[in-house]
């Protein structure tokens, strides 16, 4: 253990992400970190020795009962999160900018109270990757379970891979770099065709 490097936060941690330059993504459901001595609401930012980042101060407004459970960070140093109420009875996908405030622009719900188990960002397009046991996103029924969004959160509709999925949620997810992914969960059927619980995708997600 590197007793050197020792944020102590309030609550339980779900999730981390590190940027290039070293400073730590945390996300969770706790309130504060540094033993009590400072708030951070359900995300915080760590400088690369430990220290608490105080450029970066979350203000989730409206979305303070959202517990962050995983995010990704994006090339720009932007990190977005999948959180849900205290209940599970809804989830969504946000963005926060590199200060900590939330980007208005960016806003992404889920369609039902199923859980989104993951995200995956591609390196080169930015492209982003949500995947779960939901069953709609924005509304559209057709992008469930494995959903590809543009780096702005707009959903990138000229693929939708989780249609492919007949039954079953995506428990996690691999992304090659000639587009291809692999996919694990509990489906038996992709397609049309058996496939025990993981398959691989193309590019385009047949």
Not at 153 to 162: I, N
């Given at each position: 253990?590197?007793?050197?490097?020792?944020?102590?936060?309030?609550?339980?941690?779900?999730?981390?992400?590190?940027?290039?330059?070293?400073?730590?993504?945390f996300g969770g459901r706790f309130v504060d970190v540094i033993n009590g001595e400072t708030?951070?609401?359900?995300?915080?930012?760590?400088?690369?020795?430990?220290?608490?980042?105080?450029?970066?101060?979350?203000?989730?407004?409206?979305?303070?009962?959202?517990?962050?459970?995983?995010?990704?960070?994006?090339?720009?140093?932007?990190?977005?999160?999948?959180?849900?109420?205290?209940?599970?009875?809804?989830?969504?996908?946000?963005?926060?900018?590199?200060?900590?405030?939330?980007?208005?622009?960016?806003?992404?719900?889920?369609?039902?109270?199923?859980?989104?188990?993951?995200?995956?960002?591609?390196?080169?397009?930015?492209?982003?990757?949500?995947?779960?046991?939901?069953?709609?996103?924005?509304?559209?029924?057709?992008?469930?379970?494995?959903?590809?969004?543009?780096?702005?959160?707009?959903?990138?509709?000229?693929?939708?891979?989780?249609?492919?999925?007949?039954?079953?949620?995506v428990r996690c997810l691999l992304l090659n770099a000639d587009g291809t992914m692999y996919?694990?969960?509990?489906?038996?059927?992709?397609?049309?065709?058996?496939?025990?619980?993981?398959?691989?995708?193309?590019?385009?997600?047949?």
């Amino acid at each position: 253990v590197d007793t050197l490097w020792g944020p102590n936060l309030g609550h339980v941690a779900y999730c981390v992400g590190v940027l290039a330059d070293g400073r730590v993504y945390f996300g969770g459901r706790f309130v504060d970190v540094i033993n009590g001595e400072t708030f951070r609401t359900y995300l915080a930012c760590f400088l690369a020795d430990g220290n608490i980042d105080n450029t970066f101060q979350t203000n989730w407004g409206e979305l303070v009962s959202q517990f962050v459970h995983k995010l990704v960070v994006q090339a720009d140093n932007k990190v977005v999160v999948a959180s849900c109420t205290p209940f599970g009875t809804q989830w969504r996908l946000d963005r926060f900018n590199t200060n900590g405030t939330v980007d208005d622009t960016f806003a992404v719900t889920f369609t039902n109270k199923l859980p989104v188990r993951g995200l995956a960002i591609e390196p080169d397009t930015q492209k982003i990757y949500a995947f779960g046991e939901f069953e709609g996103v924005n509304g559209i029924e057709a992008f469930k379970k494995l959903v590809p969004l543009n780096p702005d959160g707009s959903l990138e509709e000229t693929s939708a891979p989780g249609e492919f999925l007949d039954s079953g949620e995506v428990r996690c997810l691999l992304l090659n770099a000639d587009g291809t992914m692999y996919v694990g969960g509990e489906f038996t059927t992709v397609g049309g065709v058996t496939r025990y619980r993981y398959c691989k995708l193309d590019n385009n997600g047949a």
